[in-house]
């Protein structure tokens, strides 16, 4: 219950999505009728370390929540036996613009963490396939301040292969990208 125009609601959980019913009740019997739904999703907390992402629980064809997409390329959560690695689904980077994702944003200095996955070429003799990369950008707004710290291409390996990047020189600030390029 709110008296004037807007009010501020508390208690509300990060990541979730809500839908918010609005009427007007000037007395007991002079009360408008309820609005239709007006739906929002909280933002993210801050990831704590160890941090541990599957794409399992993701509806297909989106983005991962709490990760922030930046530029014009297609990134999504895609579900295949056959291009998962143990699992169902995969993140799909696709289009012929370069791609970039970020991860959510972690509580700590990122120069501390490394990360680890599991990747593989769409195509092993598909030189359309570009390359993939990770690193980190300093502004979460600008893809041109990318910086990659490990690039595999699409022939630099056959199958699933496990990776491991250490983000050591990463500076204070910065957040973990990842990136595909035509």
């Known amino acids: 219950s709110a008296t004037g125009t807007s009010t501020t609601l508390t208690g509300l959980m990060p990541n979730t999505a809500y839908n918010v019913y609005v009427k007007a009740v000037c007395s007991a019997t002079d009360q408008s009728p309820w609005t239709n739904a007006t739906t929002f999703r909280t933002n993210c907390a801050t990831f704590t370390t160890p941090y541990t992402w599957t794409f399992e629980d993701m509806p297909v064809s989106t983005a991962p929540l709490c990760w922030t997409k930046v530029g014009n390329g297609t990134t999504n959560v895609m579900s295949s036996d056959s291009y998962a690695h143990n699992s169902t689904k995969y993140l799909r980077f696709s289009g012929s613009t370069s791609n970039l994702i970020l991860l959510p944003e972690i509580n700590g200095t990122l120069s501390d963490l490394q990360m680890r996955f599991w990747t593989r070429p769409e195509s092993t003799s598909n030189s359309n396939c570009g ?52």
């Open 131 to 182: 390359t993939f990369s990770v690193g980190y950008v300093t502004d979460i707004a600008d893809a041109t301040t990318f910086v990659a710290l490990a690039t595999y291409s699409y022939n630099d390996f056959t199958d699933y292969d496990e990776k491991t990047v250490v983000f050591a020189t990463a500076p204070a600030g910065a957040r973990m990208a990842l990136r595909h390029t035509p």
